[in-house]
């Protein structure tokens, strides 16, 4: 068994983002591409996004830190942390309303 901080993993992304072009930083925490399944912390700083993209598989957001937006062609939800979103099967885009950090979770299909 491993045992992680994802409060300071959350803490050393934040920082990271902040020093980044970008405004984003990530790091996976478990598995990764030869597995199913897939956990990834990803911290975005206020008003960054991860544009439109399709879903790998089924997959959830956990927020860890601040309020993030996903939104599809025609719904949004709003979250902050300690919410938990099923994330839909067609294209959406995730915005960091304020400074924020994730736990992204996929299984792929």
Do not use: C, F
């Amino acid at each position: 068994m491993k045992k992680r901080s994802l409060d300071a993993t959350v803490r050393h992304l934040l920082a990271h983002a902040a020093a980044q072009p970008s405004g984003r930083s990530a790091e996976t925490v478990y598995g990764g591409h030869e597995h199913v399944l897939r956990q990834t912390v990803i911290a975005l700083l206020q008003g960054q996004s991860l544009d439109d993209h399709e879903n790998p598989g089924e997959a959830t957001v956990y927020v860890l830190h601040g309020r993030v937006r996903v939104a599809t062609h025609d719904t949004q939800w709003d979250a902050i942390a300690g919410d938990l979103l099923a994330l839909p099967p067609v294209r959406h885009r995730l915005d960091a309303v304020t400074d924020s950090a994730i736990l992204l979770t996929v299984a792929k299909a």
